[in-house]
């Protein structure tokens, strides 16, 4: 592991300086402090001094609610905290925002901050720091991302493949032919992931992948009230749904349109969000665990601390059948 | 959780009864004892008195050699022990046959031994206790196996899409393009996923896949010497290998043929044995950090225990590039 005089050597500088930058002193220039925070991350230096100190972590987040329980990142918080604190970690969550990421390096801040390593949720592909990560040297646990060959770097989800496989299995038991799917844009590693997901489970069932029977927008309730509609003109008689929230904007505007969930269509979401059980009709979807998702981003990094280089962890997505969900109707 | 009680209703018999059924006493039929322990697994019966006396758990083994450094089971085990032992449990290393699991069920093994989970090492789909683990109720780790679906069972392995993806880009960057791979027959969940990974790697790189760059055969002496003059005659200039012990008898082959590694022809390995550091050439491999293997199948089964629904944890495969490689050679 780096230390202060590798720093020093590298920048030709003196210890103390090196020093001065490192904790953020006010008597030398930002440019300096700047060099001596990105060499630090360059060699792998950790701070000791901080290390002794306190054990520190983060939980960085963006793009992702969590303050209530029934926000999507609540639980997941909650359940690694619950492995963390329990090891005598101190875990600060802290929200990012795109701008901050573009003034900082992700590997200085972590050093500044003195952590020790982290968990992401709720990045896209469009947030910076996500470049970054393919080489950075201090544990990161992704979640619902991927980057490849680092070993330092792990990722948790739930399996986007199971999840569908098991969806479009009940609706075919169900009688079901024609299957639609509407979510976000693939700009997520994990929307990528579960229009693949779609594609494989029609596939491997030997149902027509059709691109009408397929919609994909940013607005929730605008592409909702676009593609439905265009969905179901196309004979589709289910429809499976990238997001809770997606399938849950479908429930009001059937309602809207006066097409009757399960009997016209049926109807699947992807989360299991609280708030799904108690919809009209309450919600068919596939479930993340998020608490265990949560306790999941904790081994990880356990694993990456103790030189483990684990690369993923795919939790279950078991298929919760509540009520939006039918035989298929009898089409002319 | 089921308790002594609740196998006696389902079966009308006596709570005492089903004690001597599940203590293995003497003074009750064998029939008997046989419905106790099967009924006892159905309903997740867990022999709480055990669990008193003893923490035990166990690595059940087939087809894996393991009792020096330089087998491969060695040092999964070793992993999982060091991570095991630490936090409290006895391991048992079982060895097992086909014909054993034949005669005893696995749920019933492991009720009746006072196991409270195990790491299955070494199973092909062959092994009969591979169809138990679709239903089975008891915490399982498996190794190079996948079971859909069952929260009571993970998978831990290395990412042979990873490696072999590394594999093809650095044997592209030495400008081959005829690239062939010699694997064991496709009768196992891992030696399937590594030949879908080979065919991925081709495509994503467009790369042709023909089958005669293909040789797949049991016997690793007889499979080599059949298939790598094939392979060669048809212009292929390096040959992946599902598993170093098979990349190791080509090295062999090639010196017979005065076939000069990797001046006419590189090879790649999977594994990263020890003894690849010393083979002449020394080989190039896909390296399965066994250690790590064995820890993260104690990470795996410590989650299935505490009921996180774990479903695969993949490490990463890096390539360790020795002298088994080269630039491909000038054909006419």
Sequence with gaps: MATINDIANKLGVSKSTVSKGLNNAT?????????????????????????????KICILIENMDYKTPNQFGHDIILGFKQMAELEGWTVDIVPLTK?????????????QQGYQASFILGFSLLDPWMQEFRSARIPTVLYDNYVKSNPRIASVGCDSQEGFDLAVRHLIQLGHRKIGLISGPLDSYILKARYQAYLNAMEKYGLEVNNDYIGLGYYIAESTRTYLPKLVEKGVTAILFSHDIRAISALTECEDREIKVPKD??????????????TIPPLTTIRQDRIALGKCGYYAMSCLLNNVPIGSILLRA???????????????
């Design 99 to 111: 701008e901050f990421q573009r003034s900082t390096p992700y590997g200085v801040f972590m050093i």
């Design 265 to 278: 269509l049926s109807i699947i979401g992807f989360d299991d969000l609280p708030m799904t059980a108690y």
């Design 318 to 332: 078991p298929l919760v059948v509540r009520e939006s969900t039918g035989p298929a109707p009898e089409r002319a």
């Design 27 to 55: 008597d030398i220039s930002d440019e300096m402090k700047r060099k001596i925070l990105e060499t630090a991350v360059e060699l792998g230096y950790t701070n000791k001094r901080l290390l002794k100190k306190e054990q």
